[in-house]
């Protein structure tokens, strides 16, 4: 079945400091790919998304490329901020895969903490 | 204003008693599903519906139940709640296209004794 692993943290940056949260996938058929955003208290955000391979996806200074070759949709971003402190979820779609609903499959979240 | 509603935001329930977490959606989406969030174990889907009328089983169904009567709603049961269920759920929508972008709403912590 569908599965996405993404690394574990937390992660602990400095305001400014490089980021790059990893995301590996397995699926059957040819998924779409998202990074999804979750701020404290608060409900789940789409931060950016890619369909189809070697579509790279972009919002907020954060990017990510679907790499089909790798299976991997790692989110890098140059210069983090305080308020990019969430949790980050990569997710996909694959509903080409087999099964009759358009699930996401998540990965368990990655914690990054931004000190000033 | 567009989006998902979710109520109530927040109930400690006594073990044993029946719940319903309401959903509402106003974005006309064909699909809508039910998550739990647990620390260590991300989301995991517990019911879903490609559309009005028809439901489905996620990764944990049991102990939970769903209707789909018309596009917007979507509540979720707990028939009999037990401490295990204690978590945080969320409804979410997609309107079931090529990229199947899902849309959530802010969650309802649920607290079982």
């Known amino acids: 079945g569908d599965s996405v692993t993404q690394m574990e943290g937390p992660v602990t940056l400095s305001e400014e400091a490089f980021l790059t949260i990893n995301c590996t996938y397995t699926?059957?058929?040819?998924?779409?790919l998202f990074w999804y955003v979750q701020y404290p208290g608060e409900g789940l955000q789409l931060l950016l998304k890619?369909?189809?391979a070697d579509d790279k996806g972009s919002n907020k200074g954060f990017e990510a490329t679907y790499r089909k070759e790798t299976t991997s949709f790692h989110l890098e971003k140059g210069s983090v901020q305080v308020s990019d402190s969430a949790v980050y979820f990569c997710?996909?779609?694959?509903?080409w895969g087999g099964g009759s609903n358009y699930k996401l499959t998540f990965g368990k979240g990655t914690l990054l903490t931004v000190n000033p | 204003i567009a989006g998902i509603t979710q109520a109530p935001t927040s109930q400690i329930l006594a073990a044993g008693r029946r719940m319903t977490l309401r959903c509402t959606q106003d974005?006309?989406?064909?699909?809508m599903y039910w998550y739990r969030q647990d620390l260590g174990l991300g989301l995991r889907l517990i019911h879903y519906?490609?559309?009005?009328?028809?439901?489905g089983k996620g990764e944990v169904p049991d102990g939970y139940s769903v209707s789909r009567a018309n596009t917007d709603d979507f509540p979720l049961t707990l028939a009999s709640a037990v401490p295990s269920q204690t978590s945080v759920y969320f409804c979410?929508?997609?309107?079931?296209?090529?990229?199947?972008?899902?849309?959530f709403g802010p969650g309802t912590r649920l607290t079982v004794l």
């Open positions: 979410a929508s997609s309107d079931r296209g090529v990229s199947n972008e899902q849309f």
């Open positions: 974005m006309r989406h064909n699909a």
């Open positions: 519906s490609n559309t009005a009328g028809t439901t």
């Open positions: 699926a059957t058929g040819y998924p779409s």
């Open positions: 890619a369909t189809k």
């Open positions: 997710a996909l779609s694959d509903p």
